[in-house]
């Protein structure tokens, strides 16, 4: 039976392959089986399974900035406290371009100073030598704030316009720098958001895109913030004025039920002067 068995399957197998890959007259009368048709066929299909893995790896690159940025609109939604939020812009900023360091500074207009509002992985050392940065001081916060411009330094290390800052650059392990500038609606800088690495790096076209919509989420909470303190101060100073108002009104309604008051006041301070003066 087995024998049988395999020679019926021999047979269906042999008429597969006849059906499939029909025959062509040879020059001496002969015949030659011809395999170009499913040979052919698998090109295509391994091109279409190429294809789809490389839409996939770039799906798993492209997904997971996109989900991390996401998360980081919806925490800003419902924070309300600024140093919170530039801590949180700053975090998701160091994860999306792979960096070790970061800091986060505003802008304060009158004093033309940049300062630090939220850092990572920096060194007491590094935030006092930072502390406060003005335009004209080599660093790359600096010459962006001059500039008004992203600023890229691959090696900190041996940029000779960095050469102020070398010193507190080796003691950090720290080469590699970039600042972006965060920009008002209307164009003013507000702040600056820096990424350091221990490494000479520049980020990649795609690693810069990402970080201009974390600059623009800081650089929008910023302005709300900013708009939500002139509007406390614009009600603490009506409430000043509206109680000033109240006890000038009482004053005046005092003195228009007792018109006489007044004069009477005014001689006994006359009398009383009188009376100094004899």
Not at 26 to 35: E, K, M, N, P, V
Not at 61 to 74: A, D, F, I, K
Not at 124 to 146: K, Q, Y
Not at 242 to 254: E, G, I, P, Q
Request: charged content about 25%; proline content about 5%; aromatic content about 2%.
């Amino acid at each position: 039976k087995l024998r049988v068995r395999a020679h019926r399957r021999a047979g269906l197998i042999a008429a597969a392959l006849k059906d499939d890959h029909p025959s062509t007259s040879t020059a001496d009368g002969g015949h030659r089986r011809s395999i170009g048709g499913p040979v052919t066929d698998i090109i295509p299909r391994q091109d279409a399974e190429l294809a789809q893995q490389e839409a996939q790896r770039r799906l798993n690159v492209e997904v997971p900035p996109v989900e991390q940025l996401h998360r980081l609109v919806t925490r800003l939604t419902s924070c309300t406290d600024l140093h919170a939020a530039m801590e949180e812009v700053l975090g998701a900023s160091i994860a999306l371009v792979e960096a070790d360091m970061g800091n986060v500074q505003l802008y304060d207009a009158p004093s033309g100073v940049l300062s630090i509002v939220a850092h990572r992985n920096l060194s007491p050392d590094f935030l006092a030598h930072f502390g406060s940065v003005r335009v004209n001081e080599g660093s790359s916060c600096s010459r962006a704030l001059a500039s008004g411009e992203r600023v890229l330094i691959r090696d900190v290390q041996v940029d000779a316009g960095h050469a102020p800052h070398h010193a507190t650059a080796v003691a950090e392990d720290w080469h590699g720098v970039q600042s972006t500038p965060l920009h008002g609606r209307r164009g003013d800088v507000l702040g600056m958001l820096s990424t350091h690495y221990h490494r000479p790096h520049e980020p990649d076209a795609r690693q810069l895109c990402l970080l201009d919509l974390c600059a623009r989420q800081a650089a929008d909470f910023i302005e709300r913030d900013l708009m939500h303190e002139a509007l406390r101060q614009l009600a603490s100073d009506m409430s000043e004025a509206h109680r000033h108002k109240h006890v000038f009104l009482a004053t005046l309604r005092h003195e228009l039920r007792h018109p006489h008051a007044p004069l009477r006041n005014g001689m006994q301070l006359i009398k009383l002067a009188g009376s100094d003066g004899g």
